[in-house]
């Protein structure tokens, strides 16, 4: 149940899209809307809608500075509850061998 944010986050090519450009940046820097839009071909609105969902589920921050918003993955992601979501699977399927 606490991974279901972040699957559902994950599952989408789009989103997948932008966390790729995330990932080949510096976490402390970060990148702007635009920037992503450059990278994905997206919309601008279509960024703002998926980067939104990203940060509901934990795994990308924001950053503010004056008025511009930097977006960045989270080092201590949700993401890690995939984690022990897959070890819990291998230890419940190693009972049944």
């Known amino acids: 149940m606490n991974c279901q944010k972040v699957l559902l986050a994950i599952g989408d090519e789009t989103r997948q899209s932008i966390l790729l450009v995330l990932m080949g940046t510096d976490c402390q820097t970060g990148l702007r809307v635009g920037e992503i839009t450059e990278q994905t071909h997206l919309s601008r609105p279509a960024v703002s809608h998926h980067l939104k969902i990203l940060r ?24 890690s509850l995939l984690k022990t979501l ?12």
């Open 86 to 97: 897959i070890l819990d699977i291998e230890t419940l399927l190693k009972q049944y061998e």
């Open 56 to 79: 509901d589920a934990g795994i990308i921050l924001m950053r503010k500075e004056g008025t511009k918003n930097f977006y960045y993955i989270d080092i201590r992601t949700k993401l």
